[in-house]
């Protein structure tokens, strides 16, 4: 269960770590768009847990891997964006956000039926 101070932190860093893949995500990532669709904080705010959707030439499994390898590079442009909000920045993962697929697999399950 999240405390209401969890939720704010997970909203801020879904909001700055989206401006972040907005504004380099091109370079990152060509011909692909990448949305952060889901945060979820530690309770002590040292860890963060970001789910990414992923659309374009790469294949998902791949573009979260380049994002992981890039994951201390995204802390400190986060870190410069957030400095003024939270004392330390959290540690990132990336994690493939695989609801849309999920929710089309119980849509054709239904259809079926």
């Known amino acids: 269960m ?3 101070r969890q939720n704010k932190v997970a909203r801020l860093l879904l909001k700055e770590l989206s401006i972040i893949f907005q504004q380099n995500g091109l370079d990152w990532f060509p011909n692909t768009m990448v949305s952060v669709t889901v945060v979820r904080v530690a309770p002590d705010f040292s860890f963060a847990k ?3 959707s992923v659309f374009g030439d790469i294949e998902p499994k791949e573009c979260i891997k380049a994002a992981n390898l890039q994951a201390k590079m995204i802390r400190g442009i986060l870190g410069g964006r ?3 909000q939270l004392r330390i920045t959290p540690e990132i993962a990336f994690y493939l956000d ?6 089309e697999a119980l849509d054709e399950a239904f259809k079926a039926l």
């Open 2 to 4: 999240s405390s209401v």
């Open 50 to 52: 970001v789910y990414l």
């Open 82 to 84: 957030i400095k003024s």
């Open 98 to 103: 695989d609801s849309l697929d999920y929710a």
